[in-house]
């Protein structure tokens, strides 16, 4: 019975979704009821809706239009994971302060600036209005509420405490952005210093060193071994350039599809990521924090510690953590403590078995996990403040002793010839 009622609540969910109406800007000119000329912008469906709002107002609407969106008009902008925790902040507040759900729903919808948020606000809002549950008005929108974020909305339910839950769950998306981000940021450094090194060295050996090379043709020496490799080096460039930047295309192209369709290359890559020196230390401290903070949140919603790993897992971010994490859902179903099955996989650090081990004894499990969460997510932001600060004079000696060496090997036969003559 609870299957058939969740379809077809979803059904209707889906049904309110396709008849939601879009919400437009448009630009008004109309007069007052002192006969004067006014102006100005109101959202909403239809040109019927803003001439109705307008008289309501006491204005004679003379001219409505839609207002066209721009290239970096608010109207293109997408929902972020951000804007999906700001809108959960702001429901656990008012809810928090007595609000009713709808009505939280109703005036963050109304005022958002996103005209997308707005539409999908409605679609929920709608459903919620129509008699279904809020955790199935939200299921069909997979792409912003995830099965996690969905599943502590139905716990917050049936608990009667939706507005702890989600405090819990705008606590948990605004960490979770907040690691992401660092990550993220970590990764960048090292791919840019990479980009701006292969991208210096190209354009000097397209552009430069063919310059130098007429220069030397009027010599009528032989050149030094150095210069006479960057020379070739360069001839071999300016034949094959197309060449080159093809493979880069190509070689780009195939490794974003491979890794879009196939598991096993995923896996791979997150195995060999977690190896790189510096990177790879930042990814574990962060998919232990994922790990941690997850599993608090949705042992502290009242989700089973089982259903609690599951989310965990796949929201650790990355195989090597999945997969030991459901080894150790595994054992715990088999009736083992978590710390001891941790322990078998020998992926996760002494340190933090101990304290899952203490929050086990003590029966105070998700504060320990919050504990352990905001310790890697300390370690996280440390790391990255200094693998910044460690890129920075990386980037200059890297470029510059790529650029340096070039100059040098453009001048040595300048220096020999100066030589010669003196």
Do not use: C
């Amino acid at each position: 019975m609870a299957t058939a009622s969740s379809s077809r609540s979803r059904s209707a969910a889906s049904k309110t979704d396709k008849k939601a109406p879009k919400i437009y800007t448009y630009v008004w000119k109309g007069v007052n009821r002192d006969g004067k000329k006014t102006e100005g912008e109101l959202r909403g469906a239809s040109v019927a809706e803003i001439k109705t709002q307008l008289k309501n107002q006491g204005i004679l609407p003379k001219s409505v239009t839609k207002k066209s969106a721009g290239l970096f008009s608010s109207e293109n902008k997408k929902i972020k994971p951000m804007d999906i925790a700001m809108v959960t902040r702001q429901i656990a507040t008012m809810l928090s302060a007595g609000v009713p759900l709808v009505t939280s729903i109703e005036l963050i919808a109304r005022g958002h600036e996103k005209p997308r948020m707005r539409t999908l606000l409605g679609t929920i809002l709608a459903d919620v209005q129509s008699g279904i549950p809020l955790s199935d008005a939200l299921r069909p929108h997979r792409i912003y509420f995830d099965d996690l974020y969905v599943d502590l909305v139905a716990a917050g339910e049936h608990s009667g405490s939706l507005d702890t839950v989600f405090d819990r769950i705008a606590t948990y998306k605004e960490k979770a952005e907040a690691l992401k981000s660092k990550i993220k940021k970590a990764m960048f450094y090292p791919a840019a210093v990479i980009v701006v090194a292969i991208a210096v060295t190209t354009l000097l050996l397209l552009f430069v060193v063919p310059q130098f090379e007429d220069i030397f043709k009027s010599f009528g020496a032989e050149l030094p071994a150095f210069t006479q490799l960057i020379i070739n080096i360069s001839r071999a460039l300016q034949a094959t350039w197309y060449l080159f930047f093809g493979g880069i295309i190509i070689g780009i192209w195939s490794f974003v599809r491979a890794h879009r369709n196939s598991q096993k290359f995923r896996d791979k890559i997150d195995e060999l990521v977690l190896k790189i020196p510096v990177i790879g230390d930042i990814l574990h401290k962060g998919a232990m924090a994922r790990f941690a903070r997850t599993l608090a949140t949705t042992f502290a919603a009242g989700v089973p510690l089982i259903d609690g790993l599951e989310s965990a897992g796949g929201a650790s971010g990355n195989a090597v953590y999945r997969k030991a994490i459901a080894n150790v859902r595994t054992e715990v179903m088999a009736g083992m403590q978590m710390n001891v099955a941790m322990r078998t996989t020998k992926l996760f650090p002494d340190m933090l078995i101990q304290m899952v081990m203490i929050g086990e004894e003590s029966g105070s499990l998700d504060n320990m996990l919050n504990k352990i969460a905001n310790i890697y997510e300390m370690q996280v932001d440390d790391a990255v403040d200094g693998l910044s600060s460690l890129i920075e004079p990386m980037m200059m000696v890297v470029i510059g002793g790529l650029v340096g060496s070039l100059i040098i090997g453009m001048y040595l036969p300048i220096f020999q010839l100066g030589n010669v003559v003196g």
